[in-house]
């Protein structure tokens, strides 16, 4: 029992050197990490043989084959078009594959799959896997759109922020005074029509009512965020004025009513001074 236990691990031993001696091997697999939906993405697969003969280069997308070079067949090359992703073509070399695919206009992450396998008497078999997520940058910052440059107190307003077209849609945070707006039931973000591979806008509401109390200016910043890994975060900034009462008579003095009533208030104790005075004098 022993002894057969030992052969069995020499032999397992054996076996994994095999494997990891195996001479033909990916020396490099190029899959970008995000694809653009409006553009092909290249992937290529790069192997050395050594020695061995190459029998064929398969290309799998998740579990699905989407590319087989064959070099001993006519055509050599066959592509397969799975439902959602578009294979453009490929070619090959003696020591690599590329492939160019269209990414479904979807948010996504894909396996991707390089497969090379040598001829008999051995038939082995490399293989590496890399991923890609299909991503739309934005372009630009939000917009803010009904931001009026000065509001009193007491009065509301309603904002809206609209994103880039990105995809996914970029997710909107409304912040006052760098303070983040939690928003009202009605106020989900909402999405505006497709645009060629599937870039959406986003825009969100928010209703600003200025406290009766409030005076100085409200710092409104709006900010659109796409959620990959490190999200992409673009802003916009607008600032309101409260023009309230005090504010009124220390910047528009002239035809301030306070100031009227301080005026008349400094006449009417010059004269009264005057009339003690004059009443002093005729006394004596
Ligand atoms: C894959 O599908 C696209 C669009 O339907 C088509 O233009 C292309 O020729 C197809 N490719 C193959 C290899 O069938
Ligand atoms: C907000 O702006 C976007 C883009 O300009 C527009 O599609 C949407 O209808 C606007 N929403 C409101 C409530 O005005």
């Known amino acids: 029992m022993r002894y057969s236990g030992y052969v069995k691990m020499k032999f397992l031993a054996f076996v994994a050197l095999c494997v990891t001696t195996s001479a033909h091997d990916i020396s490099q697999l190029k899959v970008p990490l995000y694809a653009d939906p409006r553009r092909a993405a290249e992937l290529s697969c790069h192997f050395k043989m050594d020695e061995q003969k190459l029998h064929s280069v398969k290309w799998y997308r998740d579990t699905n084959e989407i590319f087989r070079y064959n070099p001993t067949q006519q055509p050599s090359i066959r592509l397969f078009n799975i439902s959602d992703v578009m294979v453009q073509g490929g070619e090959c070399q003696p020591d690599y594959c590329v492939v160019r695919v269209m990414p479904p206009p979807i948010s996504t992450r894909a396996a991707y799959t390089c497969e090379v396998s040598t001829e008999g008497p051995r038939f082995q078999i490399a293989r590496k896997t890399k991923h890609m997520t299909v991503v739309a940058m934005p372009q630009a910052d939000p917009v803010i759109i009904g931001a009026p440059k000065v509001l009193k107190p007491g009065e509301q307003v309603f904002l809206n922020c609209t994103s880039d077209f990105s995809l996914p849609p970029s997710d909107i945070n409304w912040y006052i005074d760098e303070e983040l707006q939690k928003p009202e039931p009605w106020q989900k973000t909402e999405v505006t029509g497709n645009q060629p591979g599937g870039l959406r806008r986003s825009w969100r ?54 100031n009227v009533v301080n005026t008349g208030l400094l006449i009417a104790t010059i004269v009264l001074w005057t009339l003690i005075k004059i009443s002093r004098l005729t006394s004596l």
């Open 205 to 258: 509401v928010m209703r600003v009512r200025v406290p009766t109390t409030a005076s100085g200016a409200l710092r409104v910043r709006c900010e659109s965020i796409l959620l990959v890994e490190p999200p992409v975060v673009r802003d916009a900034n607008t600032i309101i004025t409260i023009h309230s009462r005090t504010q009124l008579s220390k910047y528009v003095s002239n035809i301030s009513g306070t």
